[in-house]
């Protein structure tokens, strides 16, 4: 990768500079994060709050309220991010949603893994070797975006 594959060029406009294998990394992610989100997989809780532990009732109720609205919005940012993941430059609003929807391939992600706040990524003869780089490049991402959203 370049100095800086993501760069705030213009007040509404990014420029993205993403290696062709990382886009294909990224899109084919994007595929397998809406599938568990579809699926209601349980490596796709973590992008759906728990309110009340201590109450399962009301935790039903703010289930039945959030849960159709928050689906929306996580496959409404996916597709946002599927359609601007070959573009050159992204606009403000591109950007916003490549950030939820990178946010979400980490979350589905690290929970497939067990990955703790604490991880370190293993050698590279171990088991998920692979994943824990592909979580690192999220992490990596998100945080380039957050940068440069804020220059």
């Known amino acids: 990768m370049s100095t800086r594959e993501i760069k705030k060029i213009q007040e509404n406009k990014f420029k993205v500079d993403l290696h062709p294998q990382v886009r294909q990394i990224l899109g084919d992610l994007k595929e397998l994060t ?7 997989s349980p490596t796709a809780q973590r992008i759906f709050p728990v309110a009340y532990r201590n109450s399962p009732e009301m935790e039903m109720d703010y289930q039945n309220l959030t849960r159709e ?5 996580h496959r409404d940012s996916l597709a946002v991010f599927e359609k601007s993941l ?7 609003d591109e950007v916003l949603a490549w950030m939820c929807a990178l946010n979400d391939m980490r979350l589905i992600l690290g929970t497939a893994l067990d990955i703790s706040e604490e991880h370190a990524t293993p050698e590279e003869n171990e088991p998920n070797y692979e994943g824990y780089v592909v979580y690192d490049l999220l992490t990596y991402l998100q945080g380039v975006l957050i940068e440069e959203i804020q220059r």
């Open 34 to 40: 809406l599938s568990h989100i579809e699926d209601n």
């Open 86 to 92: 070959s573009k050159p430059e992204l606009t403000e």
């Open 69 to 73: 609205p928050l689906t929306n919005h």
